[in-house]
């Protein structure tokens, strides 16, 4: 039970199961399956948890990573040969999930927010057929900018993730 390894491959293939899952197939299906108003109630109750696993994992993933069984420790995952190997994918993953938890979500809540008023102001919802008021274009915009990034910063950190791992297998014996 002290041997590091099963928890690091674990956590590992739970990071990345997540993440495929959530960018490709969860999240596909749902917009696909739902009408909006309730997809957007399911982003909002999934994206905490999703942002909060993408941020935490890493994290367990790096404390359990060892050579020979013995876990690398702090100075193990910044020495020259698990830098770039390791140490930082890792940390790439869980400061885009923090960035996206921390700084995009609340800023797409927000923009959510403000199109829920004027859609009551317009009458008409923000995702109707155009024309919108000037607002409603407004918002939309800011709105398809902050999702842009959060998806970007997201493929970042799937890429980290994959990256990760296929440097891990090659440490395999």
Known sequence: MTDPRPYHIISYGTLLGT?????????????????????????????????????????????????????????????????????????????????NQVVLRPLTINIMRERKHQETRDGKKSYDPAPHSKEMVALNKRFGRVHGVSSLVNLVSLIATIYYGAAMSKRLE
Do not use: D, M, W
Request: proline share 7%.
């Open 19 to 99: 993440q495929v899952f959530q960018s490709f197939i969860g999240g596909v299906v749902a917009f696909r399956a739902l009408p909006r108003p309730q997809f957007a109630s399911l982003q909002a109750a999934i994206f905490p948890i999703y942002f909060s696993l993408q941020s935490a994992l890493p994290v367990v993933v790096a404390l359990t990573a060892s050579k020979g069984g013995q876990t690398l420790g702090l100075s193990g995952l910044i020495a020259p040969e698990n830098r770039f190997s390791t140490f930082l994918p890792l940390a790439t993953v869980a400061v885009t999930g923090l960035v």
